[in-house]
């Protein structure tokens, strides 16, 4: 099993739908949930970070945590082309410091 | 605020040649970090510093790759010889603290050296 898993994708909204993007960690003990987004070409750009069960937002974005079933998520709403991109969800591993293990990415595709 | 600055952008070299990449970290922050991301993947770390001291190397490949950060501030990520399979980007990023359920283990990536083995 990997440590961070997320569907590779592509997933493909249409313009002004919900995205939603999931992603599971293996190790219980985690403590900190990060969602980068990943355009093409360009490195990985923090929108959200997460430590506590519940709901997360800001802005068009909330991230979701619910740690007993070791699962995280992004919803975004009104999507805009603008979003497409690579999803990365990162994951702080309990005592491995600073290091996080990201999953695969999920592409993501918003159709006009 | 400036984010974090790596150099070069791009770099391609043949096989068994050495290279060298630098970062210079978000003012002020004390953890620093190289990952490795391959083509349709998420990136890997390589190593981490806390200042000047290594926190964790146990996936930097120690017959090829070095890294150093002198002063604690400035980073250079060195291979040599380098390997086909060395063909990926480098990504540098910081934080102002190495871990913790808190905003300030955040890590902040910089733009990232595109490296190309031939």
């Known amino acids: 099993q990997k440590e961070v898993e997320q569907n590779s994708g592509p997933l493909s909204v249409p313009e002004g739908a919900i995205a939603s993007l999931n992603c599971t960690y293996s190790?219980?003990?985690?403590?900190?949930f990060f969602w980068y987004r990943q355009y093409s070409g360009k490195s990985p750009e923090l929108i959200m970070s997460?430590?506590?069960?519940g709901d997360k937002e800001d802005g068009r974005f909330t991230a979701q945590l619910n740690k007993a079933s070791q699962y995280v998520s992004l919803l975004i709403r009104d999507s805009q082309p603008s979003d497409s991109a690579t999803y990365l969800c990162?994951?702080?591993?309990?005592?491995?410091?600073?290091?996080?293990?990201f999953g695969q990415g999920t592409e993501l595709s918003v159709k006009p | 605020e400036a984010g974090v600055a790596q150099s070069p952008r791009y770099k391609i070299i043949e096989k068994r040649q050495s290279v060298a990449f630098w970062c210079n970290p978000i003012?002020?922050?004390?953890?620093l970090y190289w990952y490795q991301q391959i083509l349709g993947q998420g990136p890997k770390l390589l190593i981490q510093?806390?200042?000047?001291?290594?926190?964790?190397d146990s996936q930097l490949p120690k017959d090829r790759f070095s890294a150093e950060r002198l002063k604690g501030v400035d980073s250079t990520l060195k291979i040599q010889p380098a390997k086909l399979e060395d063909s990926a980007v480098y990504l540098c990023?910081?934080?102002?603290?190495?871990?913790?359920?808190?905003?300030?283990?955040?890590?902040?990536f910089g733009p990232g050296t595109r490296l190309t083995v031939l």
């Open positions: 990162a994951v702080n591993l309990r005592n491995q410091g600073g290091k996080l293990i």
């Open positions: 997460i430590y506590s069960n």
């Open positions: 990023a910081s934080s102002l603290v190495a871990s913790g359920a808190t905003s300030y283990n955040e890590q902040f």
């Open positions: 003012s002020g922050h004390a953890t």
């Open positions: 190790d219980r003990g985690s403590q900190s």
């Open positions: 510093f806390q200042n000047n001291g290594v926190v964790d």
